[in-house]
């Protein structure tokens, strides 16, 4: 090689700049940027977050990353309060790590104010409202009363639990031996007549149901209290 050529490609070498390697103090950084503004956005709603990023190897370098970093929950926060953030590079040698945070939601929710029987119809004074973690299990749990009074209960329970959606049912809408009004339907064309239910139903349950004046029984949807509905 030419001593021209030697000294051209040194002086090449020595003016491109050395982009240094994306290290764990700054995937650390975009990691709590992210987690801020998620606290951010649901303090709007009235929630409280607090987050922690796992430990991250201090020696930790990754290809040099010339776009911000990219991070995202791998999985549904609400549902755990150890979920999993994904950092991802999308730069010209893109790159993806999995870093472990602690994330906690906190605000108001309904729990048992006594011991609940199953099969009971919830009324305001067997709940009170309080604050406490949501994000604890799989289960969000109910902060809206009206999606609580009168709903019946699939177990019991204790003082102090949580109510979430599964220990909550509509309760029958007819029981078995119910008259009902039979609502025969087809477009804008309605008949209704009388009949008694041969089962219980929730509202959206199909149930058989006798049609009191000719005798015949069919399978219709139970649509509100005392109403069941057929297909014309």
Not at 38 to 65: I, K, M, N, Q, T
Not at 185 to 205: D, H, I, M, W, Y
Request: aromatic fraction near 4%; charge should be neutral.
């Amino acid at each position: 090689m030419h001593m021209r050529t030697i000294i051209l490609l040194t002086l090449v070498l020595a003016a491109t700049p050395t982009v240094a390697a994306t290290t764990a103090e700054q995937i650390r950084q975009a990691a709590n940027r992210f987690l801020g503004e998620f606290a951010e956005e649901l303090s709007a709603s009235g929630y409280e977050v607090r987050s922690e990023v796992g430990r991250l190897d201090p020696r930790l370098a990754l290809a040099p990353c010339a776009e911000p970093l990219a991070a995202s929950f791998t999985g549904d926060p609400w549902e755990s309060s150890q979920p999993t953030l994904q950092m991802q590079c999308e730069g010209q040698r893109p790159w993806r790590m999995f870093l472990p945070v602690s994330v906690t939601i906190e605000g108001e929710l309904y729990s048992a104010a006594q011991p609940i029987g199953r099969g009971e119809r919830l009324t305001e004074s067997m709940i009170e409202r309080v604050s406490g973690v949501m994000n604890t299990s799989r289960r969000r749990p109910i902060t809206q009363l009206e999606d609580l009074l009168g709903k019946e209960m699939t177990r019991s329970i204790n003082r102090g639990t949580v109510l979430t959606p599964n220990l909550v049912v509509e309760p029958d809408a007819v029981q078995r031996g119910d008259h009902v009004i039979i609502t025969a339907r087809s477009g804008n064309f309605t008949v209704n007549s009388r009949g008694k239910a041969l089962a219980n139903g929730r509202p959206g349950e199909q149930v058989m149901v006798e049609n009191l004046s000719s005798s015949r029984r069919i399978r219709g949807r139970v649509v509100a209290p005392g109403r069941v509905e057929i297909p014309m």
